[in-house]
Protein backbone atom coordinates (compact mmCIF):
# COMPACT_ATOMS: atom_id res chain seq x y z
CA UNK A 1 0.00 0.00 0.00
CA UNK A 2 1.24 3.45 -1.10
CA UNK A 3 1.93 6.09 2.34
CA UNK A 4 0.98 9.16 3.27
CA UNK A 5 -0.52 11.44 0.40
CA UNK A 6 0.32 15.10 -0.38
CA UNK A 7 -2.35 17.05 -0.90
CA UNK A 8 -4.16 20.06 0.70
CA UNK A 9 -5.44 18.21 3.73
CA UNK A 10 -9.29 18.18 2.20
CA UNK A 11 -10.63 14.96 1.59
CA UNK A 12 -11.10 16.26 -2.24
CA UNK A 13 -7.36 16.91 -2.75
CA UNK A 14 -6.29 13.47 -1.32
CA UNK A 15 -9.05 11.89 -3.21
CA UNK A 16 -7.40 13.21 -6.43
CA UNK A 17 -3.76 12.65 -5.50
CA UNK A 18 -4.64 8.87 -4.69
CA UNK A 19 -6.42 8.69 -8.14
CA UNK A 20 -3.53 10.45 -9.53
CA UNK A 21 -1.38 7.63 -8.15
CA UNK A 22 -3.13 4.72 -8.48
CA UNK A 23 -3.09 5.97 -13.21
CA UNK A 24 -6.83 4.34 -13.11
CA UNK A 25 -9.98 6.68 -15.04
CA UNK A 26 -13.38 7.38 -13.05
CA UNK A 27 -15.09 4.79 -15.50
CA UNK A 28 -12.44 2.27 -14.46
CA UNK A 29 -12.67 3.07 -11.05
CA UNK A 30 -16.29 2.78 -11.63
CA UNK A 31 -15.87 -0.97 -13.28
CA UNK A 32 -13.68 -2.12 -9.84
CA UNK A 33 -16.34 -0.90 -7.80
CA UNK A 34 -19.11 -2.83 -9.77
CA UNK A 35 -17.11 -5.88 -9.51
CA UNK A 36 -17.25 -5.10 -5.39
CA UNK A 37 -21.28 -5.03 -5.68
CA UNK A 38 -20.84 -1.16 -5.43
CA UNK A 39 -22.95 0.98 -7.81
CA UNK A 40 -21.56 4.62 -7.93
CA UNK A 41 -21.19 6.33 -11.17
CA UNK A 42 -18.07 8.18 -12.86
CA UNK A 43 -19.83 11.69 -12.23
CA UNK A 44 -20.32 11.30 -8.37
CA UNK A 45 -16.22 10.32 -8.42
CA UNK A 46 -16.23 13.38 -10.18
CA UNK A 47 -17.92 15.67 -7.95
CA UNK A 48 -15.99 13.89 -4.52
CA UNK A 49 -12.22 14.86 -6.17
CA UNK A 50 -14.01 18.14 -7.24
CA UNK A 51 -15.35 19.05 -3.97
CA UNK A 52 -18.62 19.82 -5.37
CA UNK A 53 -19.47 17.22 -3.00
CA UNK A 54 -18.40 14.51 -0.60
CA UNK A 55 -19.73 11.03 0.79
CA UNK A 56 -22.40 11.62 3.58
CA UNK A 57 -25.04 9.04 3.41
CA UNK A 58 -24.08 5.78 5.12
CA UNK A 59 -24.01 3.80 1.66
CA UNK A 60 -21.86 6.47 0.32
CA UNK A 61 -19.22 6.26 3.51
CA UNK A 62 -19.19 2.23 2.55
CA UNK A 63 -18.93 2.75 -0.90
CA UNK A 64 -15.31 5.02 -0.23
CA UNK A 65 -14.56 2.29 2.23
CA UNK A 66 -14.30 0.23 -0.80
CA UNK A 67 -12.61 2.70 -3.16
CA UNK A 68 -9.52 3.18 -0.56
CA UNK A 69 -8.69 -0.33 -1.50
CA UNK A 70 -9.46 0.38 -5.27
CA UNK A 71 -6.87 2.81 -4.79
CA UNK A 72 -4.59 1.06 -2.46
CA UNK A 73 -4.34 3.78 0.25
CA UNK A 74 -4.55 2.44 4.11
CA UNK A 75 -7.66 1.94 5.20
CA UNK A 76 -9.49 4.69 6.93
CA UNK A 77 -7.31 7.29 5.24
CA UNK A 78 -9.74 8.97 3.15
CA UNK A 79 -12.65 8.51 5.34
CA UNK A 80 -10.86 10.11 8.27
CA UNK A 81 -10.41 13.36 5.91
CA UNK A 82 -14.19 13.63 5.78
CA UNK A 83 -14.31 14.81 9.56
CA UNK A 84 -17.43 14.54 12.09
CA UNK A 85 -20.46 14.20 10.19
CA UNK A 86 -21.84 16.93 12.27
CA UNK A 87 -20.73 19.02 15.08
CA UNK A 88 -21.04 17.79 18.72
CA UNK A 89 -22.08 19.95 21.37
CA UNK A 90 -24.92 21.85 21.39
CA UNK A 91 -26.42 23.29 17.62
CA UNK A 92 -24.98 26.53 16.45
CA UNK A 93 -27.17 29.23 16.63
CA UNK A 94 -28.11 32.70 16.27
CA UNK A 95 -27.97 35.87 17.94
CA UNK A 96 -31.07 35.42 19.06
CA UNK A 97 -30.72 31.89 19.71
CA UNK A 98 -31.80 30.00 16.65
CA UNK A 99 -30.45 27.33 14.55
CA UNK A 100 -29.68 29.27 11.07
CA UNK A 101 -31.08 27.80 8.38
CA UNK A 102 -28.21 25.76 6.54
CA UNK A 103 -26.62 24.55 9.90
CA UNK A 104 -27.81 20.82 9.57
CA UNK A 105 -26.98 20.58 6.30
CA UNK A 106 -23.70 19.06 4.32
CA UNK A 107 -22.71 22.42 3.06
CA UNK A 108 -24.68 25.24 4.90
CA UNK A 109 -23.09 27.83 2.41
CA UNK A 110 -25.04 26.01 -1.11
CA UNK A 111 -28.02 26.07 1.53
CA UNK A 112 -27.64 29.35 2.54
CA UNK A 113 -27.34 30.77 -1.06
CA UNK A 114 -30.01 28.41 -2.53
CA UNK A 115 -32.45 29.61 0.27
CA UNK A 116 -31.66 33.77 -0.04
CA UNK A 117 -33.51 33.44 -2.94
CA UNK A 118 -37.08 32.63 -1.23
CA UNK A 119 -39.00 34.16 1.09
CA UNK A 120 -38.18 32.70 4.74
CA UNK A 121 -39.67 35.28 6.71
CA UNK A 122 -42.37 33.40 7.90
CA UNK A 123 -40.54 30.57 9.42
CA UNK A 124 -40.08 31.16 12.84
CA UNK A 125 -43.89 32.47 13.11
CA UNK A 126 -44.84 29.08 12.43
CA UNK A 127 -45.49 26.40 15.46
CA UNK A 128 -44.76 22.34 14.16
CA UNK A 129 -48.08 21.18 15.50
CA UNK A 130 -47.73 17.83 13.68
CA UNK A 131 -45.64 16.64 10.58
CA UNK A 132 -45.91 13.18 8.97
CA UNK A 133 -43.43 11.84 6.34
CA UNK A 134 -44.39 9.31 3.89
CA UNK A 135 -41.22 7.48 2.21
CA UNK A 136 -42.40 4.81 -0.64
CA UNK A 137 -39.69 2.21 -1.82
CA UNK A 138 -40.19 0.65 -4.97
CA UNK A 139 -40.05 -3.27 -5.82
CA UNK A 140 -35.71 -2.58 -6.76
CA UNK A 141 -35.30 -1.27 -3.80
CA UNK A 142 -35.31 2.54 -5.00
CA UNK A 143 -36.50 5.35 -4.01
CA UNK A 144 -39.72 6.15 -5.22
CA UNK A 145 -41.52 9.01 -3.47
CA UNK A 146 -42.00 10.98 -0.69
CA UNK A 147 -45.16 12.35 0.84
CA UNK A 148 -45.49 15.67 3.35
CA UNK A 149 -48.62 16.38 5.29
CA UNK A 150 -48.39 18.77 8.43
CA UNK A 151 -49.91 21.14 10.67
CA UNK A 152 -49.19 24.41 10.95
CA UNK A 153 -49.73 27.34 13.47
CA UNK A 154 -49.20 31.01 13.11
CA UNK A 155 -47.85 32.98 15.89
CA UNK A 156 -48.53 36.03 14.36
CA UNK A 157 -50.92 37.82 11.42
CA UNK A 158 -49.43 37.26 8.43
CA UNK A 159 -47.97 33.88 7.67
CA UNK A 160 -48.41 33.36 3.84
CA UNK A 161 -45.93 30.04 3.13
CA UNK A 162 -44.03 27.86 3.91
CA UNK A 163 -40.04 26.88 2.38
CA UNK A 164 -39.46 23.17 1.61
CA UNK A 165 -35.72 22.36 1.07
CA UNK A 166 -34.47 19.00 -0.72
CA UNK A 167 -31.06 17.90 -0.67
CA UNK A 168 -29.87 14.98 -2.68
CA UNK A 169 -26.38 13.24 -2.38
CA UNK A 170 -25.97 11.88 -6.06
CA UNK A 171 -26.00 15.33 -7.79
CA UNK A 172 -25.65 13.74 -11.12
CA UNK A 173 -29.15 12.40 -11.28
CA UNK A 174 -32.68 14.35 -12.04
CA UNK A 175 -34.29 16.34 -8.37
CA UNK A 176 -37.10 15.12 -7.55
CA UNK A 177 -40.45 16.64 -8.60
CA UNK A 178 -43.36 18.09 -6.64
CA UNK A 179 -46.59 16.59 -8.25
CA UNK A 180 -49.46 16.77 -6.00
CA UNK A 181 -50.17 20.06 -3.49
CA UNK A 182 -52.96 19.76 -1.00
CA UNK A 183 -54.07 23.11 1.00
CA UNK A 184 -50.90 24.89 -0.53
CA UNK A 185 -49.48 25.76 -3.85
CA UNK A 186 -46.28 25.79 -4.95
CA UNK A 187 -44.52 29.77 -5.79
CA UNK A 188 -40.93 30.16 -6.14
CA UNK A 189 -38.42 27.80 -6.49
CA UNK A 190 -34.62 26.89 -6.88
CA UNK A 191 -33.35 24.07 -8.61
CA UNK A 192 -29.46 23.59 -8.39
CA UNK A 193 -29.02 20.00 -9.54
CA UNK A 194 -25.20 20.35 -9.32
CA UNK A 195 -25.48 20.99 -5.87
CA UNK A 196 -28.74 18.02 -5.49
CA UNK A 197 -30.56 21.13 -3.99
CA UNK A 198 -34.18 22.27 -4.27
CA UNK A 199 -36.10 25.08 -2.56
CA UNK A 200 -39.63 25.71 -3.01
CA UNK A 201 -42.41 27.47 -1.29
CA UNK A 202 -45.11 26.12 -0.64
CA UNK A 203 -48.00 29.43 -0.89
CA UNK A 204 -50.79 29.11 2.03
CA UNK A 205 -54.39 29.76 -0.43
CA UNK A 206 -54.60 32.84 2.13
CA UNK A 207 -52.16 34.52 4.82
CA UNK A 208 -53.04 33.26 8.26
CA UNK A 209 -54.54 35.30 11.19
CA UNK A 210 -52.64 34.80 14.79
CA UNK A 211 -53.56 31.16 16.12
CA UNK A 212 -54.98 30.20 13.09
CA UNK A 213 -53.72 26.38 11.91
CA UNK A 214 -53.29 25.20 8.04
CA UNK A 215 -53.05 21.51 6.76
CA UNK A 216 -50.48 21.25 3.61
CA UNK A 217 -49.60 18.12 2.12
CA UNK A 218 -46.93 17.28 -0.80
CA UNK A 219 -45.31 15.12 -2.93
CA UNK A 220 -41.60 14.68 -3.84
CA UNK A 221 -41.58 11.92 -6.81
CA UNK A 222 -38.41 10.70 -8.26
CA UNK A 223 -37.50 9.30 -11.89
CA UNK A 224 -35.29 7.44 -13.45
CA UNK A 225 -32.32 6.32 -12.69
CA UNK A 226 -33.87 5.85 -9.52
CA UNK A 227 -31.56 6.27 -6.40
CA UNK A 228 -31.62 3.06 -3.80
CA UNK A 229 -33.11 3.53 -0.89
CA UNK A 230 -30.79 3.13 1.84
CA UNK A 231 -31.87 5.75 4.57
CA UNK A 232 -34.57 8.94 5.23
CA UNK A 233 -34.02 11.99 8.07
CA UNK A 234 -35.56 15.14 7.92
CA UNK A 235 -34.16 17.82 9.91
CA UNK A 236 -35.91 20.16 12.16
CA UNK A 237 -34.08 24.01 12.68
CA UNK A 238 -37.32 24.11 15.25
CA UNK A 239 -39.23 21.77 17.39
CA UNK A 240 -42.33 20.10 16.48
CA UNK A 241 -44.97 18.81 18.48
CA UNK A 242 -45.37 15.28 17.11
CA UNK A 243 -43.27 13.63 13.86
CA UNK A 244 -43.83 10.37 12.17
CA UNK A 245 -42.20 9.02 9.85
CA UNK A 246 -42.76 5.56 7.82
CA UNK A 247 -40.74 3.57 5.63
CA UNK A 248 -43.60 1.72 3.00
CA UNK A 249 -41.95 -1.32 1.25
CA UNK A 250 -42.81 -2.69 -1.57
CA UNK A 251 -44.88 -6.03 -0.82
CA UNK A 252 -41.88 -8.65 -0.04
CA UNK A 253 -38.75 -6.45 -0.83
CA UNK A 254 -37.72 -5.88 2.82
CA UNK A 255 -34.53 -4.83 4.30
CA UNK A 256 -32.17 -7.28 5.99
CA UNK A 257 -31.44 -4.82 8.64
CA UNK A 258 -33.19 -1.73 9.63
CA UNK A 259 -32.48 1.26 12.61
CA UNK A 260 -34.04 3.89 13.81
CA UNK A 261 -31.84 6.92 14.86
CA UNK A 262 -32.33 11.06 16.56
CA UNK A 263 -30.69 13.38 17.47
CA UNK A 264 -30.85 16.94 19.81
CA UNK A 265 -28.92 19.40 20.52
CA UNK A 266 -25.78 18.46 19.17
CA UNK A 267 -25.95 15.15 21.10
CA UNK A 268 -24.50 11.88 20.08
CA UNK A 269 -27.38 10.17 17.85
CA UNK A 270 -29.59 7.24 19.77
CA UNK A 271 -30.01 3.98 17.62
CA UNK A 272 -32.66 1.37 17.92
CA UNK A 273 -32.69 -1.78 16.15
CA UNK A 274 -36.36 -2.07 14.49
CA UNK A 275 -38.04 -4.78 13.09
CA UNK A 276 -40.37 -4.04 9.87
CA UNK A 277 -44.82 -4.63 10.48
CA UNK A 278 -45.86 -6.05 7.62
CA UNK A 279 -44.38 -4.07 5.19
CA UNK A 280 -43.39 -0.68 6.78
CA UNK A 281 -41.49 0.92 9.81
CA UNK A 282 -42.72 3.75 11.17
CA UNK A 283 -41.43 6.11 14.61
CA UNK A 284 -42.66 8.75 16.74
CA UNK A 285 -40.90 11.69 18.35
CA UNK A 286 -42.89 14.25 20.37
CA UNK A 287 -41.67 17.98 21.14
CA UNK A 288 -38.77 17.26 18.99
CA UNK A 289 -35.71 19.48 18.02
CA UNK A 290 -33.67 20.99 17.32
CA UNK A 291 -32.29 17.86 15.56
CA UNK A 292 -32.64 15.16 13.06
CA UNK A 293 -34.98 11.68 12.69
CA UNK A 294 -34.28 9.25 10.33
CA UNK A 295 -34.10 5.57 9.66
CA UNK A 296 -31.18 3.70 7.48
CA UNK A 297 -31.13 0.09 6.05
CA UNK A 298 -29.68 -2.41 4.47
CA UNK A 299 -30.39 -4.59 2.25
CA UNK A 300 -27.77 -7.12 2.42
CA UNK A 301 -27.59 -9.53 5.58
Given at each position: MSGQLPHDGTFAGALR???????????????????????????????????RSRPERRDSVLALR????????PPGRLTALLGPPRARGRWPARADGLPEIGRFWPDRTRIDAAVSEVDTRWDERLTRISQHDVV????????????????????????????????????????PQVTSLRGCRAGRSVHRPEDGLLVMELLFERPLAKGETVITEHTLVNSAPFPLATNYERKFRLPTREYVLEIRFSPGVLPARCRRY???????????????????????????????????WDWDS
Amino acid sequence: MSGQLPHDGTFAGALREAIRARGLSLERLRDHLRVRGVSITAATLSYWQSGRSRPERRDSVLALRHLEQVLDVPPGRLTALLGPPRARGRWPARADGLPEIGRFWPDRTRIDAAVSEVDTRWDERLTRISQHDVVSVGPGQEELAFHSRQVLRAEADGPDRWVVIVHIDEHDRPLPQVTSLRGCRAGRSVHRPEDGLLVMELLFERPLAKGETVITEHTLVNSAPFPLATNYERKFRLPTREYVLEIRFSPGVLPARCRRYSEQDGQPAEWTDVLPGGDSVHGVALNFGPGRFGFDWDWDS
